[in-house]
């Protein structure tokens, strides 16, 4: 089940490249997601298309996903209701240990997404926010489609859809299957963590 998750993890993870409502934040309009949506992943293009090492893109890609992606609401989203029965103290770490295998996923496939380009294609309302698809082409492949959903004040990446699946939905789905399996307790989910990122 390990193994699942952390698979699972990277691949949504890697996604964020392409481009959780938790809280009653007034959602963007369609025109302020665009924008958005036109500032961070012309941003992201940049960085990526860049020729700085690979060692330099992290750097400056770690604050600019920090800044635009609701990691934090995202990991509270993915808990479900096992969020409520942790203590304050495992709220805490699971959320750190939580961006950071979010976070180290991401930065493991910089190398892999260059000469990379987007394009807006639709903004539509949900009740999640404004989703926002793009089309992200690279050089010698298909183009891919892919929806990010936007919300919050400022805006912020709260989901991505792939191949029509929710990021977040399938990340809840797992941890609740892992800890359903586990009696429930958060903290064999902290520990399974601790062991990904090698902090045994």
């Known amino acids: 089940m390990l193994r699942q998750l952390t698979r699972r993890t990277i691949l949504g ?9 938790t809280l009653a934040f007034a ?18 293009v940049n960085v990526l298309n860049s020729d700085g090492s690979l060692e330099k893109k992290r750097e400056v890609l770690l604050p600019l996903l920090l800044a635009n992606v609701d990691v934090q609401g995202i990991g509270r989203y993915c808990l ?28 493991a496939r910089v190398g892999e997404y260059q000469n990379i380009s987007i394009r807006l294609v639709d ?14 082409s690279r050089p010698h492949q298909p183009s891919i489609m892919m929806t990010a959903v936007i ?3 400022p805006p912020k990446v709260v989901d991505l859809y792939g191949e029509g699946a929710s990021m977040r939905l399938t990340q809840r789905s797992d941890y609740t299957t892992y800890l359903t399996r586990h009696g429930g307790q958060v903290q064999t989910l902290i520990m399974a963590l601790k062991h990904q990122l090698g902090r045994d």
């Open 80 to 107: 479900g209701r096992f969020w409520r029965v942790a203590t304050p103290e495992q709220q805490k770490l699971y959320l750190e240990l939580f961006q950071d295998v979010l976070l180290n996923a991401v930065m």
């Open 13 to 21: 993870a890697a996604s964020l490249f392409a481009l959780v409502p």
């Open 151 to 153: 919300d919050g004040e």
């Open 123 to 136: 903004t539509v309302p949900s009740p999640a926010g404004q989703k926002v698809t793009l089309e992200i």
């Open 27 to 44: 959602a963007p309009s369609g025109d302020e997601a665009k924008a958005f949506v036109n500032d961070f992943g012309g941003k992201l």
